[in-house]
């Protein structure tokens, strides 16, 4: 994982916020070297602008020769010709500066494909994303919008992806995708130590749409059997594999939901637009921020953004201090598409809600979120305003 280094706390805190989830923040080159000789599989690090330009070009000059496969990306407060010449000769690869997070983000991407290239296939572990869908109330739509967000992430077999049921008792993922599982999770119980990729293999469940499902045990009494470290091994072994592990959860901080919480990489907030939703959700924040839980990586989703009870997009980001990064307006073709089996993004792909779900899988995929077209539905675009928007 990344590691960003600057003297100033606040610089390396807004670094770390466009670096991978994971990624460790010191305050000298000195905990950069100590971080380094820890961390064998490192591959970039990030030189913030407080740090001496003497100090980084020996840093990179030694790294060059001993850790060859670490880019150096260095944060300049001033691009002087000075600068740029002295990085050169030390073999810094990326020079940004200061203030331009998306281009240390773009380096630190840049930074990862030299090092699968020259590590090659094997050498390269690959790692993918752990996405959460949470809330910390019932029915608010999670199960919809992780199915929805699962499927926009797969974007067909584009990508793989790995949707997993973690509302453990009353789990209704695969009766959504209407499939009928052989196994579940149940089935990986007692292989906290042992469970591999061929072992959990056999459990999942294919959706015609590529889409691989994890489900939730038949009976609500096989949830306490399922212990936090089954949950960790489950989505880590996962990960190996998948590019996207897309997590549903159950609406409360139990420890199968900490656990999940812990691994994860993106956090969706499912909120919607009522006082005790709100108020809920603003504790479920506060309680991420103690934990330290996907700081920088929360996305707050707004479902049945539409609903005309006097709270606005602009109230709740208020209320919750967090920019709304999508909003659905409630639909009955989401419903609908949901009883039918053909969740929306696959049944209904011009419609507003796939298109606010598409923004958002390509947000979370760190991809510049494009433009969707999205089809007019009996003119309720006209009456609700924009149905969706992205903020970063
Ligand atoms: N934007 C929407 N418009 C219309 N119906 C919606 C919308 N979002 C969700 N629903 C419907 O609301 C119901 C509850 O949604 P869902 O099961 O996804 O919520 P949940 O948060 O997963 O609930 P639980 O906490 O019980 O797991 C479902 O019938 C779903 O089809
Ligand atoms: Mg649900």
Redesign the pocket.
């Given at each position: 994982m990344p590691a960003a280094v600057d003297p100033d706390n606040a610089i390396v805190t807004s670094l770390l916020t466009v670096l991978p989830s994971g990624a460790h923040g010191v305050d000298s080159t000195d905990r950069l070297v100590a971080w380094l000789a820890q961390h064998s599989e490192e591959y970039v690090v990030v030189l913030g602008p407080n740090l001496a330009l003497d100090d980084a070009v020996r840093l990179t000059e030694n790294l060059r020769t001993s850790r060859p496969t670490v880019s150096v990306v260095l944060v300049r407060h001033d691009l002087t010709t000075d600068v740029l010449t002295q990085a050169m000769k030390a073999g810094i690869r990326d020079v940004v500066p200061h203030g331009d997070l998306a281009s240390v983000g773009d380096a630190v991407s840049r930074a990862h494909q030299l090092y699968v290239a020259l590590r090659g296939p094997s050498g390269a572990v690959h790692l993918g994303k752990v996405v959460t869908v949470f809330?910390p109330?019932?029915?608010?739509?999670?199960?919809?919008?992780a199915v929805n967000l699962a499927l926009a992430l797969a974007d067909r077999g584009a990508r793989q992806v790995c949707l997993v049921d973690l509302?453990l008792a009353?789990g209704?993922v695969a009766i959504t995708m209407q499939l009928f599982p052989s196994h579940s999770i149940e089935h990986a119980i007692g292989s906290e130590d042992s469970l591999d990729t061929a072992l959990l293999d056999g459990l999942l469940t294919r959706h015609q749409d590529s889409l691989m499902v994890l489900a939730a045990p038949s009976h609500p009494d096989v949830r306490d059997r399922i212990t936090p470290a089954l949950i960790s091994r489950v989505l880590r072994t996962l990960r190996e594999s998948f590019d996207y592990v897309v997590v549903?959860t159950?609406?409360s901080f139990d420890e199968q939901t900490l656990t999940a919480l812990d691994e994860t990489d993106e956090c969706v907030i499912?909120a919607t637009l009522d006082v005790p939703t709100l108020k809920n959700v603003k504790v479920a924040l506060e309680t991420l921020e103690m934990l330290n839980i996907a700081r920088g990586h929360r996305h707050l989703l707004l479902?049945?953004a539409d609903d005309a009870v006097g709270i606005g997009a602009d109230k709740v980001e208020a209320i919750l201090g967090m920019a709304v990064a999508a909003q659905?307006?409630?639909?009955?073709e989401?419903?609908a598409a949901?009883?039918a089996g053909t969740p929306i993004v696959v049944g209904t792909p011009g419609h507003a809600?796939s298109g606010a779900i598409r923004v958002l899988a390509t947000q979370l995929a760190g991809e510049p979120a494009a433009p969707q077209p999205v089809d007019q539905v009996d003119g309720e675009q006209e009456k609700t305003g924009r149905r969706f928007r992205i903020r970063r």
């Open positions: 809330s109330k019932g029915g608010v739509g999670k199960t919809t919008m509302d009353f209704d549903d159950a609406p499912v479902n049945r659905v307006a409630t639909s009955l989401i419903a949901t009883n809600a």
